[in-house]
């Protein structure tokens, strides 16, 4: 595999790579999850409209949805978290998640988006309909001493905190929701 394109919220904010191309291989970031959540979505779209159901079941069950976009919902309260972003043919699950769920999602401009402020990061995809896996490991795990001043090299070497991994698969899932 690869090594993984890497950009960070706390570092990069201002001159952040815009756009990661999966097809290169996978990315991975340092994102700062504001209000326990982040959003992924297709950029051609507003992802706020329809604005979906958010409350304490959608909450707990880790994400929400509507026709174009995904919220994933965190549970560590630093909101540091690290974000693995990949293209596969197919899906291989990880029994040492905490939660593994899929999700469609159209893709027709061959982009998604990851929604953070202040700008958008976008990874380029073939143009089509996606599986969107969404991996989170170690729910509610962090260390509020010494997060923040890590370097991303330091940060992206602790998988024991929460984390998250979303895997793209072309095609479409008959059921979607935890798997």
Not at 47 to 66: A, D, K, M
Not at 83 to 93: E, F, G, I, N, T
Not at 113 to 135: I, S, W
Request: proline share 8%; aromatic share 12%; charged share 25%.
């Amino acid at each position: 595999m690869p090594s993984p394109q890497t950009s960070s919220a706390r570092t990069d904010h201002f001159r952040r790579q815009p756009e990661y191309d999966l097809r290169a291989g996978p990315a991975r970031l340092r994102i700062f999850a504001d209000n326990y959540q982040f959003l992924l979505f297709d950029p051609a779209a507003d992802p706020f409209r329809p604005l979906p159901l958010i409350n304490e079941v959608t909450s707990r069950q880790g994400w929400t949805r509507n026709a174009h976009a995904l919220w994933i919902f965190t549970r560590a309260h630093y909101n540091d978290h690290r974000l693995d972003v990949s293209l596969a043919d197919r899906y291989q699950p990880d029994p040492t998640a905490a939660r593994q769920t899929v999700q469609n999602l159209g893709l027709p401009g061959g982009s998604l988006a990851l929604f953070e402020h202040p700008k958008h990061v976008r990874f380029r995809v073939p143009a089509g309909a996606y599986r969107v896996y969404c991996r989170a490991f170690n729910l509610g795990s962090e260390d509020s001493h010494g997060m923040a001043g890590l370097s991303d090299d330091e940060f992206f070497r602790h998988s024991e905190w929460e984390r998250y991994e979303i895997v793209l698969v072309p095609g479409s899932a008959e059921r979607e929701g935890e798997l």
